[in-house]
């Protein structure tokens, strides 16, 4: 029987080295979860998923509650078998989501009560029923359910709302039933100011988590000031606990996190990107819809393994995304995916080795010279 | 160095097993191509579609002499490089798409000047300009430019139009420039009258082919009279050439026309239908948008060996589609494909050992029978 167990295996300053193990298998640290949001990495099969490296993905309650509904997941075997996805699954509490999709939504001291964004029906979450749906859904790592913080936020509004979550952080502790193998994580909120983030981070270690994460970042406060959160955040945390930094980011976001003793990511962003013709490469981002690809012979980027990159030019790729064909989407995805578990190899491999710093200057130096024009 | 060439291997009845040799690799038929309009079959990966059977794909003269220009794909290293799809290539002529896609078209005896749906430019396709566009996207058959006789046209219309059609083959066979393992093929016109239908085998035989298509089917005649035009077509033509009925169909229709004698069909359909949730199997088609699935743990059709059907519920597919996923359009297409290769793999095994008939009575058993609804 797994027990839910972080490792960790070396430490470059402040970066870390280490290995996740859940009911459903390992996760090697730092790792990037990519988004299946409503049980799928759109545009993507799961083997395909897996096939770049990719070894643990997240789920989002607020979508999969509404559609088809945790129940009928349960009934179905668990978001693993529903998904056809047999590794490790982190699903989020809904918390963000009920802000950022549901339009009409009403907070109180116990939970919030929303619109679905699908068909207008009535639901509500709670600590105790973010719990129970993230139960049904069988995830390998809970989230505690939180209220997101807006970005800006007085010093005052930020202390109230991180109460809040740290209210229900402990009721979300209570709510969870501890089975080998499966974690909750705690999230440390608190927006940009140190001394509530330092505060967040105490009650969270009173309260006892599997895991940290930071929330409330890369909702606008730029990476400067993200990273500066990171700064004085992280060190409050344990080293015996994985770290997560929820919702990063570009690749440079995440270095940069790395660099600062997170373990864990999720983002939307290569994914999305690769439905907006949007590649991310060594060099920086790629727009494939213009024009100056049309004849290019080369591949989108020289020495990547993914099949987009082995099989395709960029007049290619381009074509497909002019033709609005579906096959762009799924290229672009799984190049983009790719290209972040790359990011994620490099960086264990770097750590491993005690060159982190040396392997973030260059990939900060490869995407500042920017894409390759073609002759 | 391959030459074109055509072996006729066993007959069960008029059903014909057989072997078509091209410059890209072997076709075994009865085969059914995959439609890769503007040189992608939708929603599909290239090894993807190998994977399921398919040996010969279907690209679309009209679509890529717009998008993006065939000059453009020649430059690129021909269609296959492009798409990457190393195996044999058909190319329709351009003239059934210039009449059911362009608006705006004015027909000469000389060929036909249209605007694109794509951005209203004008361009002209004439038997010689169809051959030199096939010729540059690298097709191993090139169908000959001819006119899609409208159903329902009168004898007199059908006539006009077939005769033009038979002139142009001319000229497309004067045009056309013979490379070993390239081949020509002729289109029979003549709408649903079996006279003019002689009169078309007959010009196309005195031109000299090296496959013959039906054409003209498959345009609102219905089953029952497109299997009574092939029974008087068919036998007009040579048994030592392939024969290709264009634009067909339905898996019925199929199995109709090869206890006819054809070889080789091309339909939207299973693609089609892939991205509007319409699965294929063998007990009928199945609308995974219907409410009926939503709780169906079962795989969509037990004993296939498609991704969709080993990796998946039938409420897992049906989730994909109402939350219009781009997996799903991605699954469903793959079964399609897999169905009808399946079916083309069973026609070919039938015939080879001579109990076609019997094939046929058993898929139209099962058919009847319609899906099995969950308990």
Redesign the interface.
Known sequence: MTHFRYDLLATDGAARLGRLHTAHGVVDTPAFMPVGT???V??????SVAATGAQMVLGNTYHLML??NAE?VA???GLHA???WPGPILTDSGGFQVMSLSKLRKMDADGVTFQSHIDGSSHRLTPEISMDIQRLLDADVTMAFDECTPFPATPEQAAISMRLSMRWAARSKQAFVARPGYGLFGIVQGGVYPELRAESAAALKDIGFDGYAVGGLAVGEGQEMMLATLDTTTPQLPADRPRYLMGVGRPSDIIGAVLRGIDMFDCVMPTRSG?TAQAFTRRGTVNLRNARH??D?RPLEEDCGC?ACR???R??LH??I??E???G???LTWHNIQAYQDLMRGLRAAIAEGRVQAFAAEAARLEALGDVEAM
């Open positions: 409503a049980g799928t759109k545009a993507m099969l799961p083997e559609r088809p009928r009934r179905l075997g529903f998904m056809n439905r049309q004849d012979p099949p099989g395709y030019s007049a290619y074509h497909l002019r033709s064909e579906i096959l989407p799924m290229l």
